[in-house]
């Protein structure tokens, strides 16, 4: 205790300079917050009343309760009345924010206030000491300055009475945050933290802004124009860049890269106002961005877990021109409905469906998500990935008690395995809806035990039952941009490490082949592939009347079709269904039906691989009659200007037959003389049967393959006969 005027006035002059000393060294992450979420006061002026009793009530929720023996303040129960304002968000988000800062130093602040004697020598009740604790640290954070009041704000009684006590203790509050500081040999409190809170701090305060595109109401190009005329140019990368620039994202080309330090200036701008733009973290996109990769043009979608709306926003932005319908689980409260279409209908989405059922409860008997194809599953995880806890606790709807782990660094292991727990039960029950083929799990945490652990053991332990295919691990549809992520991506998963650019993220895709029972007409594969604009052009005519055409002629022939429309429309399925190659590829040794022997320009025959067809069946009685109707050799092999045949055309029962030759005389010594003897005309033959060659007649030529010069016919030199057998 100071006893006289003189050493109080000294010790004054003394803190204040240490308090001065010590303000050069502010905490860092506190001054990027100050900076962050000013609005429009001068820095540090102090908060509203109401914020400070909402900060308050949060604090009580989530502050560390220490054991009876080590028990330094009492805390009550009971909550500070709050005010209406709570509502919104940007007044959540300050309170939350001097919340977290106070659980950080809550040690350090209950310290000092026994050292300054405000305990116990103070009778204030023990439930305004949540406030007293969340009050001094702005008030050192103000470096013990007066708060400046507005003349419109309505004033609290709790607030004021904290207030003034502790402007009557500031002296001895001064001297023992000094002490403290001193104590752990530290240039400021901040110092005193955790290693890894510090971290996280330094790179919340720095960190990009990544906003997507939404191309409901804008194009990509009309963005780049508009930022362009407020002055912000378009650059490869945002890091260390003090200008207005932007630079667009190399996994997901519809998000945009803004400097941290630009956010107040974005906000202003129309493109925000108006959610043509919108702020939001990239794991999320990435998220979304895989789900769209494994969707057709009429596949459901169904959201768990989906966090911040503007996730259900943008999933249904990159679906608008499907016919895909957005199922989001998990909202049991009805109150916020009309709040919910309002903020779609102004973000011009208009294919979602919000299901008040958890996603435990819903059924996959539900006749409402027979359609749903894609399971996009974000489960409650520990967010260490994330560098600003506060924003993702708030957007993500998730719980403020994880707070208390951000505080420390990382759960305890009690607290992760229930997550892990909690994690793999939502996993294992998105497997079980038997129409799915696909299930995309997602989190921000950096922990193995809520990232590859689940996904292992839910593939472990999945029901491998007869009437659905098993899920197996597939790689997500996303661009690596680098080596390390390459190397992170080797099996399989894809992980971003928290780094100065991005949070830290993974993202695994479970897939599987379609229930053999649930075969797809072709009437819907055309279906598709016509509003994929894949058959633009071509009429498909009316294929019920068609099939059932079928279905009474099944023993007759195929009707006569068009080759041209018949094979175009093959090939645009098949491009469609990307299940067979081009098939420009001519297969070897095989004849069509129709097809003659060339009767023309056979001086080229040894010169050329391609062999012309006449229309016209020949006449010449040299050709045996069986080759009008020869059938292939291997039936897997199709020609490619397949003619569908005429019901008159049936196939024939072939024979084995045997041709006998003449023996041929060679007078010429060289193969000149061979060649400058060809006869005028070739005919080429195949026969069904062994291939036999009787001694001293030559063996009969074969067809040449693809690619593959034919052979040159030795002529006969003896004269031709009409009948050459007899």
């Known amino acids: 205790m100071l006893n006289s005027a003189s050493e109080v006035e000294f010790s004054e002059e003394k803190t204040t300079e240490e308090i001065s000393q010590l303000s050069s060294l502010a905490l860092s992450g506190d001054t990027a917050y100050s900076e962050k979420t000013s609005t429009g006061l001068p820095e540090k002026t102090g908060y509203l009343d109401s914020v400070y009793i909402m900060a308050a009530n949060i604090f009580q929720g989530i502050r560390f309760e220490k054991s009876p023996e080590k028990v330094l303040i009492k805390y009550g129960n009971e909550p500070l009345p709050s005010s209406t304002e709570s509502e919104d968000e940007s007044f959540q988000r300050l309170s939350c924010e001097l919340a977290f800062s106070a659980l950080k130093f809550q040690d350090i602040l209950e310290t000092i206030l026994i050292d300054s004697y405000i305990f116990p020598s103070t009778t204030i009740p023990d439930h305004l000491n949540s406030l007293i604790i969340v009050m001094l640290y702005d008030f050192q954070d103000r470096k013990f300055q007066a708060r400046l009041l507005s003349d419109n704000e309505e004033s609290i009684a709790e607030v004021l009475e904290v207030e003034n006590l502790l402007n009557s203790f500031k002296t001895k509050l001064a001297a023992a945050l000094a002490r403290c500081r001193i104590k752990h040999d530290a240039l400021s409190i901040y110092h005193i933290l955790p290693e890894t809170v510090r971290n996280q701090e330094l790179r919340a305060s720095t960190l990009p802004l990544y906003a997507w595109i939404n191309t409901c109401k804008i194009s990509p190009e009309e963005v780049y124009h508009s930022l362009k005329k407020k002055g ?167 719980d403020t008690g994880l707070l208390k782990d951000f505080s420390q660094g990382g759960p305890s292991e009690d607290k992760l395995h229930v997550l892990a727990q909690q994690q793999y039960e939502q996993l294992t029950h998105a497997m079980k809806f038997t129409r799915a083929q696909a299930v995309v799990y ?84 055309l279906a598709r592939a016509a509003a994929k604009g894949l058959l633009d052009g071509i009429e498909l005519g009316k294929p019920s009347k068609r099939e059932k055409k079928k279905k009474k002629k099944s023993k007759m022939s195929l009707p006569k079709s068009s080759t041209s429309d018949s094979s175009s429309i093959q090939m645009k399925i098949a491009e469609f269904l990307s299940q067979e190659t081009n098939a ?140 050459p057998w007899l």
């Open 232 to 398: 912000y140019n378009k650059v490869e990368s945002v890091l260390h860049i003090d200008n207005k620039v932007f630079a667009v994202d190399q996994h997901c080309y519809d998000v945009l890269i803004f400097p941290s330090h630009l956010k107040s200036d974005l906000l202003n701008i129309d493109l925000f106002k108006d959610y043509k733009l919108v702020f939001q973290d990239k794991s999320r996109s990435l998220a979304v961005h895989s789900v769209k990769a494994l969707l057709n043009m009429d596949d459901d979608i169904l959201m768990v877990n989906t966090g911040s709306w503007y996730t259900v926003a943008h999933m249904s932005v990159l679906t608008n021109n499907n016919t895909s319908k957005i199922f989001v689980c998990g909202l049991q409260s009805q109150a916020k409905d009309p709040d919910l279409k309002n903020l779609f209908t102004k973000m011009g989405c208009k294919n979602i469906e919000i299901l008040h059922e958890t996603f435990i409860n819903l059924e996959s008997k539900d006749h409402r998500l027979q359609k749903v194809k894609v399971i996009l599953l974000l489960p409650r995880c520990s967010g260490l990935g994330v560098s600003n806890p506060v924003e993702f606790i708030l957007t993500e709807h998730e």
């Open 442 to 525: 997602c989190t921000c945490s950096v922990y193995p035990e809520e990232n590859e652990a689940v996904v292992k053991k839910a593939l472990e332990f999945q029901d491998h039952g007869t009437k659905v295919q098993s899920y197996r691990l597939s790689p997500p549809v996303l661009p690596l941009c680098s080596l390390k992520e390459i190397h992170l991506s080797t099996d399989k998963f894809f992980r971003m490490e928290p780094s100065e650019i991005t949070n830290g993220c993974f993202l695994s895709v479970l897939t599987r082949e379609q229930d053999p029972s649930e075969t797809v007409s072709v009437k819907d594969v």
């Open 584 to 723: 420009s590829a001519h297969q070897s040794g095989t004849l069509t039906t129709k097809t003659s022997l060339p009767q023309k320009n056979t001086n080229q025959v040894g010169s050329s691989s391609q062999v012309r067809k006449s229309n016209k069946p020949t006449t010449n009685p040299l050709v045996p009659t069986f080759m009008k109707n020869t059938s292939p050799s291997r039936p897997c092999e199709r020609p490619t200007n397949f003619v569908r045949p005429r019901p008159e055309d049936r196939m024939i029962a072939l024979k084995p037959t045997e041709i006998v030759l003449p023996p041929v005389m060679l007078p010429f010594s060289s193969p000149q003389g061979i060649r400058s003897q060809i006869p005028t005309q070739h005919f080429y033959c195949r026969w069904v049967g062994p291939k036999t060659v009787m001694p001293g007649y030559l063996p009969t030529p074969s067809i040449p393959r693809r690619g593959e010069k034919p052979k040159e016919n030795l002529p006969s030199s003896l004269p031709r006969h009409p009948r």
